[in-house]
Each structure stands twice: as C-alpha cells, then as structure tokens.
C-alpha cells in the first residue's frame, strides 16, 4: 500500500500569518509558505511572530523543498529563520527571489540560499511531488 498523503499547517489556519503547511507522503515532504504574523501591539519590543517549526525540524522528515506562492510577508516573512535552522532548497517566482534573498542576507549571513526559479505553468517535480504552479490574480506580482 502507497504512503498517504498528509497535510498539516503549523500556523495560518484560523489567523492571519504565519501561513506554513507541511505536505507528506511516508517521510517525504514538502512546505509551502513560510510566513510571519505581526504583533499586535500587545506585547512591547515583539514585532513579528513566527510559526512553531519543531514537527518539521524533525531529521527523520526528509523536506524536499520550501515553495513560496508569493511575497506578502505573511507568507515569507519566517523564511530565513526557517532556513537558518534548517536549510533546504527554495523554490518561487524570480521576483520571489529577489525579496527573499534579500531578507536573507539581512538575517543571517551563514544561509547558502539555494533558490530555484519556477515560471507558472511550468511544472517541475520536487522529489517525489509533481508540481504545476498557476499564476493568479493578487495583490503583489508573479503570484503562484
């Protein structure tokens, strides 16, 4: 019997932010989004808020690759705090790429950022997950 397919977020579900989602079939896996949520004022000197990484930290979970659907920070914003404690390929549009090479040359020097540019209706396949990107309408460019 074929592994089943698992999906679970560690955060964005039910708030605004820090939208990251896990994608698993048997101990491979995929995350889509990686974002941050803004304080809300509550708390003096916290500006953003970051999504419990720990389940996908787990070294038993092989993690393919980080896919970016665009760059509100909502969706991008725990990036390279994510990277830095687990560094794996990133794949997104070009203007996804620049942003987030940008945050994370800010954060953390260390990250090699291994970044693979993806074009809508391209597909490609990210170890054993097929992927084809869609362009759609939103608020910031080139999202998928």
């Known amino acids: 019997m074929k592994d089943v397919l698992k999906i679970f977020a560690l955060g964005g579900l039910g708030e605004f932010g820090k ?3 896990v994608v698993c079939q048997g101990q491979d896996a995929i995350i ?8 809300d004022g509550r708390n003096p000197g916290l500006d953003i808020i970051i999504p419990d990484f720990t389940p996908a930290l787990d070294e ?6 980080l896919l970016l659907t665009h760059t509100h920070e909502d969706h991008i914003g725990s990036v390279p705090y994510f990277l830095h404690k687990r560094n794996v390929p990133v794949y997104g549009s070009k203007f996804t790429q ?14 090699k950022l291994q ?14 997950f097929h992927i084809t990107p869609v362009a759609m309408a939103h608020s910031i460019p080139e999202a998928l």
Request: proline residues 2%; hydrophobic residues 40%; contains cysteine.
């Open 32 to 39: 889509l989004d990686c974002g941050a949520q803004f304080s």
């Open 60 to 65: 038993s979970l092989i993690i393919h690759g």
């Open 19 to 21: 939208n990251f989602l």
């Open 115 to 128: 970044y693979e540019v993806i074009d809508e209706h391209q597909a490609f396949d990210v170890g054993p």
């Open 98 to 111: 620049a942003l987030v090479s940008h945050k994370c040359r800010e954060f953390f020097h260390r990250i």
